[in-house]
C-alpha cells in the first residue's frame, strides 16, 4: 500500500507562486510514476502532470506548461508540485496519486490507485 499526504496549499495572488508537497509512504515509492490532478467545483478530475520514477522525465498538460513544475525527492519520499504565475483557472483541489503499477506512468486517473486527500488552491484575481 502506498500512502499520500498533501500539504501547501493555500490562497494566493494571480501570479503568485506555491508549492505543494505530497510526502507518500511505502516502500515502491522510488518505483511509482506520481501524478498531480486537480478538480475545480463543478468539474471534472483533470489530470496536470506525472513525473517517472526515476524523475527525469516529466509532463504537463499544455495549460500549465511553462507554469508547473514537478520534481520529487525519492530519499525523502516527497513529490512536489511548484505552481509559478498561479491564474484564477488554476483554482482547484489539487490531488497527488500513485500509479498502480511500478515503473508505468499515464494521464489516465483510472491508471492511479493510490490518492492523497486533496489539498486547496484559490487563486484570486
Known amino acids: 500500500q502506498v500512502q499520500l499526504v498533501e500539504s501547501g496549499g493555500g490562497l494566493v495572488q494571480a501570479g503568485g507562486s506555491l508549492k505543494l508537497s505530497c510526502a507518500a509512504s511505502?516502500?515502491?515509492?522510488?518505483?511509482?510514476?506520481m501524478g498531480w490532478f486537480r478538480q475545480a467545483p463543478g468539474k471534472e478530475r483533470e489530470f496536470v502532470g506525472f513525473i517517472r520514477w526515476s524523475g527525469g522525465s516529466t509532463y504537463y498538460v499544455d495549460s500549465v506548461k511553462g507554469r508547473f513544475t514537478i520534481s520529487r525527492d525519492n530519499a525523502k519520499n516527497t513529490v512536489y508540485l511548484q505552481m509559478t504565475n498561479l491564474k484564477p483557472e488554476d483554482t482547484a483541489v489539487y490531488y497527488c496519486?500513485?500509479?498502480?503499477?511500478?515503473?508505468?506512468?499515464?494521464?489516465?486517473?483510472?491508471?492511479?490507485?493510490?490518492w492523497g486527500q486533496g489539498t486547496q488552491v484559490t487563486v484570486s484575481s
Open positions: 511505502g516502500r515502491t515509492f522510488a518505483s511509482r510514476t
Open positions: 496519486a500513485a500509479s498502480g503499477r511500478t515503473y508505468y506512468d499515464s494521464m489516465r486517473s483510472s491508471d492511479y490507485n493510490y
